[in-house]
């Protein structure tokens, strides 16, 4: 009796067949859904409450006379109610029905006076006052507090996808090695090839969590009305998820590489740090130097950065057509060059047990 021919897999389906169980192993994680859920509630209501929160203004009830109410009309603020002459419109403030009235004052430089009970709304008394007009010789300054914003957005995200996504490959590759599970692996497919599996499986399942947090943002904005902030926010958000995308690749490469230095998890630790670090070092100096332009523009060229700093010159204008592009080719290059380099170390050490593998021995091979 003949024995049953054995099936080889090509390249793309071992390396499928890897992606397959690290998506499967995480969808099967109740910690890893509960948190996803939970950052998915977040997220939408952050959305929800500041767009509420800064929706329609409030209206602020006042009386007027007919003279006085047709000029204010006008004001979507203001809720007036027209009154004959200034003795109902005392009675309505005094039975709390109103919170002030405003009447014609032919003494008074604007013409008109307010009539309230204990304290006139500063509202309407900024609203009715004789401002001078403002001139900024720095108008830019005036975004500092969306810039801080968006840094914390995106820059949080970029970050909290290296520690749900990119940590855990470390930690699985060590776990691999110290069980001896690598071997039986690399005895049915290469080293590159498990590599390659690892990266594209935690690839998907991170954008899948970045689309729907984009997902839900969009819906939030539309269901409170911030239209036009969501028209200005798209052009960045398409190029955080390019930039996320290759940035990504790039950690999840060097965070697989770190695993296979070690052969246990107490020192996981020392091989990570340097990663976190590159990771969180320029997010914040994209927080701290988002009102240099100068820092910015080289932040923006930077790979470790410019998922965070390109979009942000993007929405206020600041980047010329050519430059996402540019940033864009630098980030690929990157990339390409750090999976040359990490898929190198992780194919030379997965291995080697005991100590820690040195960096050179590592690349010796």
């Known amino acids: ?11 793309p389906q071992a390396v499928w067949l890897v992606a397959e169980r690290e998506v499967g192993a995480k969808l099967r994680s109740k910690a890893y859904i509960i948190s ?16 509420f929160s800064g929706g329609g203004p409030s209206t602020t009830p006042v009386a007027a006379t007919s003279d006085v109410a047709s000029q204010l009309s006008s004001v979507e603020s203001l809720e007036v109610t027209e009154v004959a002459d200034r003795a109902a419109a005392e009675e ?5 029905d109103v919170e002030a009235a405003v009447l014609s004052d032919a003494a008074n430089p604007t013409g008109l006076v307010v009539i309230a009970n204990t304290e006139a709304p500063q509202s309407l008394v900024l609203m009715l006052s004789v401002a001078p007009s403002v001139e900024l010789l720095e108008p830019d300054g005036a975004t ?20 749900m996504f990119g940590s855990p490959i470390t930690t699985s590759v060590v776990e691999e090695k110290s069980t001896r599970v690598i071997e039986i692996l690399l005895s049915a497919i290469p080293a590159r090839v498990l590599l390659a599996g690892k990266i594209i ?23 409170t009305d911030q239209v036009e902030l969501l028209s200005g926010l798209g052009g960045p958000i398409v190029w955080f998820a390019l930039f996320f995308f290759f940035g990504f690749i790039l950690l999840a490469a060097m965070f697989a590489a770190a695993g ?25 100096l994209v927080i701290f130097l988002g009102e240099n332009p100068l820092a910015m523009t080289i932040l923006s060229y930077v790979p470790f950065s410019a998922p965070v700093a390109m979009p942000i010159r993007l929405f206020f204008d600041e980047a010329l057509w050519w430059e996402p592009l540019l940033s864009m080719a630098i980030m690929v290059a990157a ?6 380099l990490g898929g190198k170390i992780y194919e030379n050490s997965l291995l080697k047990m005991g100590a820690r ?3 050179r021995e590592a690349l010796r091979g």
């Open 1 to 11: 009796m003949n024995a049953p021919a054995r099936t080889t897999l090509s390249t």
């Open 36 to 51: 996803t859920v939970i950052l998915l509630l977040i997220a939408l209501g952050g959305v929800l409450w500041l767009g």
């Open 92 to 96: 309505l403030v005094r039975a709390g």
């Open 144 to 163: 500092w507090g969306m810039r801080y914003v968006l840094g914390l957005a995106f820059g949080l995200l970029f970050m909290m996808a290296a520690i």
């Open 201 to 223: 499986g935690n690839t998907i399942l991170a954008m899948a969590q970045i689309l729907a947090l984009a997902a839900i943002v969009v819906i939030g904005m539309i269901v």
């Open 260 to 284: 296979a230095l070690v052969s246990r998890q107490e020192d996981v630790g020392a091989t990570m740090t340097p990663i976190m670090y590159l990771t969180m070092i320029p997010y914040f």
């Open 335 to 340: 990339c390409a060059a750090i999976v040359a």
């Open 357 to 359: 593998v040195k960096f």
